[in-house]
C-alpha cells in the first residue's frame, strides 16, 4: 500500500473494492471478515466516487483493497501522511487488530510516535540500518544523558547551545531544545552563565528521559 493514494478516483468506493478483489480472484462476501472493522467506516460511503473521500477514508479504502485477498504481509509506505490525527489512530488500532489474523506488518514512516507503536524498530539513515530492535530496547540502549532547555529567546537558543564547548548536540524538539553534552556530566552553573551572558532570561534546564526520536538524531548525528 503505497504513501500516495493511487486507487481509481473515478470508481466507487464498492467498484474500487470489486476491482482488487477480482484481480486475486476472490470476492467481497468471502473475505468480508478481513475487512469489516476497516470497511464499516466507509461502507455508508460504497457509492461515492474515491476521488471525493476525505484523506482518511482513502486510507481506510486503501487498506481495504490491500487486505481483501488476505496477504500474508502487509506494506504500507507512509500510510498515515496527510490524515488528520483522529483517523490516524483508528489507523493504527486497525493495524494492532490485524495482527490478531496472522498477518505480518511492515510499515515505513518517518513519525517516531508511530514508530514506537511498533513490536521492533528498524533505524534507518542513507539506506543502512543503523539499530533494529523493540521500542523499549532501543530507549534503555541510549546511554547518554539527555537535557531539555527554554529561555525567553527561543530562537536563538539552539545557536548558543551549540557554541558551549561541553555539549555535542543540540537541536529543537517540540517547544524546547534537547542537548546531549560530550560527557555524562555537564556543569550546570556554567551553561546557565554562558546563556545568562548572551541575553537569556528565564532559563528552564532539565534532564529528560530519552524517545526513539532523540536515538535516532543521536545516531544519525554521529555517523555523518
Same mark, same amino acid.
Given at each position: @500500500?503505497?504513501g !500516495? $493514494?493511487?486507487?481509481?478516483? &473515478?470508481?466507487?468506493?464498492? =467498484?474500487? #473494492? ?21 470497511? !464499516? ?5 460504497? *457509492? !461515492?466516487?474515491? +476521488?471525493?473521500?476525505?484523506? +482518511? @477514508?482513502?486510507?481506510? #479504502?486503501?487498506?481495504?483493497?490491500a #487486505? ?16 488528520d ?16 489474523? *496472522?498477518?505480518?506488518? #511492515?510499515?515505513?514512516?518517518? &513519525?517516531? %510516535? ?9 533505524? @534507518? ?7 533494529r530492535?523493540?521500542?523499549? !530496547?532501543?530507549?534503555?540502549? $541510549? ?6 532547555v527554554?529561555?525567553?529567546?527561543? $530562537? ?10 561541553? /555539549? ?5 524538539s517540540? %517547544?524546547?531544545?534537547? $542537548? ?9 552553573? *556554567?551553561?546557565?552563565?554562558?546563556? =545568562? ?10 534532564? /529528560?528521559?530519552p524517545? /526513539?526520536? &532523540? ?10
Amino acid at each position: @500500500m503505497p504513501g !500516495r $493514494f493511487s486507487l481509481y478516483q &473515478d470508481l466507487t468506493v464498492e =467498484e474500487n #473494492l470489486k476491482f482488487f478483489a477480482g484481480i486475486f480472484k476472490t470476492t467481497i462476501k468471502e473475505n468480508y471478515h478481513l475487512i469489516e472493522d476497516i470497511y !464499516r467506516h466507509i461502507e455508508p460511503f460504497k *457509492n !461515492r466516487k474515491a +476521488g471525493k473521500l476525505s484523506g +482518511g @477514508m482513502k486510507q481506510k #479504502l486503501a487498506l481495504s483493497c490491500a #487486505l481483501i485477498h488476505k496477504p500474508e504481509v502487509l506494506v504500507l509506505d507512509e500510510p498515515t501522511t496527510g490524515v488528520d490525527a483522529v483517523s490516524r489512530g483508528e489507523f493504527w488500532e486497525m493495524l494492532h487488530k490485524l495482527k490478531t489474523q *496472522n498477518i505480518t506488518i #511492515l510499515v515505513s514512516t518517518p &513519525d517516531m %510516535d508511530e514508530a514506537s507503536l511498533c513490536d521492533e524498530v528498524a533505524l @534507518m539513515q542513507e539506506g543502512k540500518f543503523m539499530q533494529r530492535a523493540t521500542p523499549e !530496547r532501543i530507549i534503555e540502549a $541510549f546511554d547518554e544523558k539527555l537535557w531539555s532547555v527554554q529561555s525567553n529567546k527561543m $530562537f536563538e537558543l539552539l545557536s548558543h547551545l551549540s557554541s558551549f564547548p561541553e /555539549i555535542r548536540l543540540a537541536y529543537r524538539s517540540g %517547544d524546547h531544545i534537547c $542537548f546531549i553534552p560530550k560527557k555524562q556530566s555537564i556543569e550546570e552553573k *556554567n551553561l546557565l552563565a554562558h546563556l =545568562e551572558n548572551l541575553g537569556h532570561q528565564s532559563v528552564k534546564l532539565k534532564q /529528560i528521559k530519552p524517545t /526513539i526520536e &532523540d536515538s535516532f538524531i543521536s545516531q544519525m548525528q554521529t555517523q555523518n
